[in-house]
C-alpha cells in the first residue's frame, strides 16, 4: 500500500495495511485517553460556562433606550469539548442537517449531533484541520499535512486516510459516495483532483485542473464541482467532463489566496459565493437544445486538462448528455470583506464581514484588532438593510479565514458564527423573544398586541390591564378608555348570555368583571366622560353604573342624556330614578327640550306613552295626534284635539286665509286617524269638541270624508254638512241635497236663501210643492230658459206651464226654448202657434219695437218649428197610408179565409 493511502483507527492514528497501530501503542492509548476525558468532562465543563452562555453583541448605531426589541438574538456555545477554543483554536467547521463537524489546529475532529451530542471525537491530522465536510452518512476531513481522512460517521471501523504531500485546502465527498466512493480535493498545489476507486480497489486519481494557483475554495453542487483559483470562479460538469464556465475575479478584489471565499446553497438551483468583498449569485438550470446548437454554432468548446488525462472512450458516453446552464443573477460589491454568508427570510442575506486590524498610532503602531460585523443584505439590491458589531471573545490576532458562518434550519433557523476562539448562535427575534423584551421593557401595549397566539387569555389580558394602568397613571384617560373597548369586547352573544362553551363563558365573566372593576374606577376618579362612549350596554353591568353616568351628564349636559338615552336600553338603568332626577333638572320657567326628549324617551321604553304627551305639546310637537293614535291614547286625549290641530300650523290664523285644498292637505292625515277612530271616539264628540273651538273647518274636512266612507254615521249630521257645504264648498251642496233626504228642508232653504244659492233653492222650493215660487226663482234669478222648461216639463202642471208662458212672452230666449222644445206632449199645454198669435196681438206688455226683434229673433226658430210639423204631417201621412194597406190586406186574408170550405172527417 502506497503512502498516500492509509487506513487509520478511529483515533487518527495510522495504521498497518492489517489494521493495526502504526505508531507506538503507548502514545495511541494516551491519545485516547485524553479524548476520553474531554468527552466525559463535557457536562462539567458546560456547567462551569454557565454564566458565560448570554450573548450580548455591540451596537454603536443604537441609542441605550431601544423601542423595538432587537432583530437578534445570541447564545454562546458551551457544548463543545472543553480545549477547544482556548487550548485548541478551530480551524474548520461543517453544518448538515443531522451533523455538525468542528476541528481544530492540533488536527481533531469532533462530530456531534444538530443537537451538540457528541458521536466521535479523535485526532485525525498532525496538523491544522482546513476544511470538513459530510453527507450526512461520512465525512471528510482535509489537513495542513497533506492528509485526507474519510470515514462513516456511525461506524467508527469504516474510516480510511490518504497522503497527498502538499497542504490540503478544501474537500467535498461526491454526490453519490456511498456507492461510487469519489471525492475532489484541492489545496497548495493548484490541482483540483477527482479522485475514484478502480476496478482493483485501488484510489485512481482524475486532475481537472490545474496551474492556475492555490486552489481555496470548493463546492459541489449535483454533478457540477465549483472550484475558485486565480482564474477565479470555475464551474465543472462531471456528466460531460469539461468546463463549462469560468467567472473571473474583478482586479480590484482582494489577492486570491488571502482571503478563503464562502459559499452557500439556499435552493437546489442556486448558489451564492462571498470571496473577498464581492457576492455572485448564481442560477444553475439546464440548456435547452436551442441553447446548446446556438453555442456550437457560436463559441468553440472551452478545453480542459482532462482530455490529456482520461481516454478518448471516457468521453463518448457523454457526448449526448444535456449541459447545465450557469446565470448570473446579482453581482454586488461590498465596502467590507466577507467571512461569511447564509440566506435570511425575505429575500436577505445574513453577512459576516471582516474588519483587518488598524494600527493605535498612540500605542507604538500596535495593531488593534477588531470584532466582525453581522450584515443583513437585500439579495435584490445589495442594500444593507441592518448591520451590528458582534461582541467575540479573543479576536486578537484573527484573521478573516479564521470566522465562519454556518446555518442550521429545524423548526426555526440558527445562523452558528464560529471563530477559532469563540462561538456564538444567533437566531432571530421569535414572537416569544419580543413578548419577553417588551415585558421587561414594561410595554406592556407591544406586550399585548403580540401575544395573540403565545399565551393564554388571562395571560393576554393582564398585559392588557397593566398598559391601561400605566396609562391612568400617566392621566392619559381617554386613551385608556379607547384601549378598554378593544381590551375588554363584550360581542352581542354574550350581551344575550347566550354562550354555550364553558370556557367562553368564563372569559366572558371575566371580561364582564373587569368592565365593573374599571367602571368603578372611571367614576371614582371624576372620569365620567371618558367611559360613556365605551362601556358596553348590557344588563350583566350593575344598574347603579349606569345610574352614576347618567347622573353626571343630567349636572353637566342634558343634550348627552337625551343621546345615551335613545341609544341605551330601559333595563341598564332605573327609569324612574332618572326620571325623578330629570323633573328635578327642569326649571319651570326656563324650557330644556334636551330634558323633555329626555323625559319622552324614558316614558316610551318604559311603556307610558300617556306621560309622554304633555312633553310633546311642551316641545310644539306637531305629530302629537300620530303619537297618541299609534299608541292608542287619542281618547284621553279628546278635549285637547283643537290645541294639538295648531300645532300644525306655525300661526294659527293661517288657518282661516289659506285654501280649503292646502288646509285638507295638511291636515290630512290627523283627519284619516279621526276617520279610523270613529268606534272609539264618536263623531258627535268630535263635532261638538271643534264646534266650541271655532274649528268648523275641521268638522268639514272630517264629516265630508266620513261621508264617502260610513254613510249611515253621517244619517244624523246632515243638517251640520249642509251648513259647513254652505261655508266651505259650495260645489258638494247641490248633490248632497238631492242624493239625501234626512235634513230640515227650512233650514236648508233658509240657507241657501242667505247665501242666495239659488239653484238649491229651487230644487228645495220644488221639493216642498212652492213650484211657482221656484219657477220665478230660475226664470227671475237664474235667467236659465231650459232649466225652466225642464223643471216644468217634468212638473207637468197647466198651471206652472201657463206660469212660463205668460213670463216667456217678453223674453226671447225662454220663447225660443218653448217653439223648439215643444212637442206632442206639450200640446195640451200649450201650442207654439197660439204663443205666437198672442205675441202678434196687441200686448201691451210688449211695445212694438220688441216685438218686432222678438219675432225676427224667433224667425229660424219658426221655420224649423215649421218644418218640423211638415215633416211630422208627412211621416203621419206615410203612416196612416201604410196602415190602411196593411189594414185592406188583413180584411181580404180573413174574407177569403172564411169563404173557404172546411172538411170533416165522418166519424
Known amino acids: 500500500m502506497s503512502d498516500e493511502e492509509k487506513p487509520i483507527n478511529k483515533n487518527g492514528t495510522d495504521l498497518d495495511e492489517n489494521g493495526t497501530d502504526i505508531q507506538n501503542g503507548k502514545e495511541a492509548d494516551k491519545q485516547i485517553n485524553h479524548n476520553e476525558e474531554n468527552i466525559e468532562n463535557n457536562g462539567h465543563h458546560n456547567n462551569d460556562n454557565n454564566n458565560n452562555n448570554n450573548f450580548t453583541h455591540i451596537d454603536t448605531d443604537s441609542d441605550d433606550e ?34 455538525f463537524i468542528f476541528a481544530t489546529h492540533s488536527g481533531i475532529v469532533h462530530i456531534c449531533t444538530s443537537q451538540f451530542e457528541t458521536i466521535r471525537t479523535f485526532k485525525a491530522h498532525r496538523a491544522s484541520v482546513l476544511s470538513v465536510y459530510t453527507d450526512g452518512a461520512f465525512f471528510a476531513s482535509a489537513s495542513m499535512d497533506g492528509t485526507v481522512v474519510i470515514g462513516s460517521i456511525l461506524d467508527e471501523k469504516d474510516i480510511i486516510a490518504y497522503d497527498f504531500q502538499r497542504p490540503i485546502h478544501c474537500i467535498v465527498l461526491d454526490s453519490n459516495f456511498a456507492t461510487k466512493r469519489c471525492f475532489i480535493t484541492g489545496g497548495m498545489s493548484g490541482k483540483v483532483i477527482y479522485s ?94 436551442e441553447d446548446k446548437l446556438l453555442q456550437q454554432k457560436t463559441q468553440s ?270 333595563e341598564l338603568y332605573d327609569f324612574e330614578k332618572i326620571e325623578s332626577e330629570l323633573d328635578k333638572k327642569q326649571d319651570a320657567n326656563n324650557l330644556d327640550t334636551s330634558i323633555e326628549s329626555a323625559l319622552i324617551t324614558i316614558y316610551n321604553k318604559s311603556l307610558q306613552p300617556i306621560k309622554s304627551v304633555p312633553h310633546l305639546y311642551k316641545l310644539k310637537n306637531d305629530s302629537i295626534i300620530e303619537y297618541c293614535a299609534t299608541n292608542h291614547i287619542l281618547k284621553n286625549f279628546i278635549t285637547q284635539l283643537p290645541n294639538f290641530i295648531k300645532l300644525k300650523f ?66 244624523n249630521f246632515q243638517n251640520e254638512i249642509i251648513r259647513l257645504y254652505c261655508e266651505f264648498n259650495k260645489k258638494l ?32 222650493l220644488g221639493k216642498i210643492g212652492e213650484n211657482k215660487k221656484a219657477l220665478d226663482l230660475v226664470i227671475s234669478k237664474l235667467n236659465n230658459p231650459e232649466m225652466a222648461f225642464e223643471f216644468v216639463y217634468k212638473l207637468n202642471d197647466k198651471d206652472v206651464w201657463l206660469q212660463l208662458i205668460n213670463k216667456s212672452i217678453n223674453k226671447y230666449n225662454f220663447l225660443k226654448i218653448l217653439i223648439e222644445k215643444s212637442d206632442e206632449s206639450t200640446y195640451k199645454f200649450y201650442d207654439p202657434i197660439l204663443i205666437l198669435t198672442k205675441l202678434e196681438d196687441n200686448n201691451k206688455d210688449i211695445n212694438e219695437e220688441d216685438r218686432k226683434k222678438i219675432l225676427i229673433n224667433l224667425k229660424q226658430s219658426i221655420i224649423e218649428f215649421s218644418k218640423n210639423n211638415q215633416l211630422n204631417k208627412l211621416i203621419q201621412q206615410i203612416i196612416l197610408k201604410l196602415i190602411y194597406t196593411q189594414s185592406q190586406e188583413l180584411s181580404i186574408f180573413y174574407r177569403n179565409e172564411i169563404l173557404k170550405g172546411i172538411e170533416i172527417d165522418n166519424i
Open 196 to 289: 475514484s476507486k478502480n476496478w482493483l480497489g485501488k484510489k485512481t486519481d482524475y486532475i481537472i485542473d490545474q496551474e492556475n494557483g492555490p486552489i481555496v475554495g470548493l463546492q459541489i453542487v449535483d454533478d457540477l464541482i465549483i472550484w475558485m483559483n486565480d482564474k477565479g470562479i470555475n464551474v465543472f460538469h462531471l456528466a460531460n467532463r469539461s468546463i463549462i464556465q469560468i467567472l473571473e475575479k474583478p482586479s480590484d478584489s482582494a489577492r486570491n489566496d488571502l482571503y478563503w471565499p464562502r459559499c452557500t446553497q439556499p435552493d437546489p438551483d442556486r448558489l451564492i459565493i462571498a470571496w473577498s468583498n464581492y457576492i455572485w449569485s448564481l442560477r444553475i438550470s439546464l440548456k435547452t437544445a
Open 301 to 570: 468548446p472551452i478545453s480542459s486538462g482532462m482530455s490529456k488525462i482520461l481516454p478518448s472512450t471516457a468521453s463518448i458516453s457523454f457526448r449526448n448528455i444535456q449541459e447545465k446552464k450557469i446565470e448570473i443573477e446579482h453581482i454586488f460589491k461590498l465596502d467590507d470583506l466577507i467571512c461569511g454568508i447564509a440566506s435570511f427570510k425575505d429575500d436577505l442575506w445574513m453577512v459576516l464581514t471582516y474588519n483587518p486590524p488598524i494600527r493605535d498610532e498612540d500605542n507604538s503602531q500596535k495593531p488593534m484588532y477588531n470584532n466582525p460585523d453581522l450584515k443583513l443584505i437585500n439579495s435584490m439590491n445589495g442594500e444593507v438593510e441592518f448591520e451590528e458589531e458582534l461582541g467575540l471573545r479573543n479576536v486578537d490576532n484573527l484573521g478573516l479565514n479564521d470566522f465562519n458562518l454556518g446555518l442550521h434550519i429545524e423548526q426555526i433557523p440558527k445562523y452558528y458564527i464560529i471563530s477559532a476562539k469563540d462561538g456564538v448562535i444567533t437566531e432571530e427575534y421569535q414572537l416569544q423573544d419580543r413578548l419577553n423584551w417588551y415585558l421587561d421593557k414594561e410595554d406592556y401595549l407591544k406586550a399585548y398586541e403580540i401575544s395573540g397566539h403565545l399565551v393564554g387569555f388571562n395571560k393576554r389580558l393582564s398585559y392588557g390591564i397593566q398598559y391601561v394602568d400605566s396609562l391612568v397613571k400617566d392621566n392619559e384617560w381617554t386613551k385608556a378608555s379607547e384601549f378598554l373597548k378593544t381590551l375588554l369586547p363584550v360581542e352581542e352573544a354574550q350581551v344575550e348570555n347566550e354562550i354555550e362553551d364553558e370556557e367562553e363563558r368564563e372569559r366572558n365573566e371575566e371580561i364582564l368583571s373587569q368592565w365593573q372593576t374599571w367602571s368603578n374606577i372611571f367614576i371614582n376618579s371624576d372620569h365620567v366622560k371618558e367611559l360613556t362612549g365605551i362601556i358596553p350596554q348590557t344588563d350583566k353591568i350593575p344598574k347603579e353604573i349606569f345610574n352614576k353616568i347618567l347622573d353626571y351628564w343630567i349636572d353637566q349636559d342634558t343634550e348627552v342624556v337625551k343621546k345615551l338615552l335613545d341609544e341605551w336600553s330601559i
Open 66 to 99: 431601544e423601542d423595538e426589541p432587537p432583530k437578534l438574538k445570541y447564545s454562546r456555545i458551551n457544548l463543545l469539548p472543553p480545549n477547544f477554543f482556548n487550548k485548541d483554536p478551530l480551524s474548520a467547521c461543517f453544518f448538515q442537517d443531522k451533523y
Open 733 to 764: 251642496l247641490y248633490d248632497f241635497l238631492i242624493s239625501n233626504n234626512n235634513y230640515n228642508v227650512d233650514e236648508a232653504i233658509k240657507l241657501c236663501e242667505i247665501n242666495e244659492y239659488y239653484k238649491e233653492l229651487i230644487y228645495l
Open 650 to 715: 306655525t300661526n294659527i290664523e293661517d288657518i282661516n286665509t289659506i285654501s280649503i285644498d292646502k288646509i285638507s292637505d295638511k291636515l290630512d292625515p290627523i283627519i284619516n286617524i279621526l276617520i279610523d277612530s270613529r268606534l272609539e271616539i264618536l263623531p258627535q264628540e268630535i263635532i261638538e269638541i271643534f264646534q266650541n273651538a271655532n274649528l268648523s273647518i275641521i268638522n268639514y274636512l272630517y264629516l265630508n270624508k266620513l261621508k264617502s266612507i260610513d254613510n249611515y254615521l253621517i244619517s
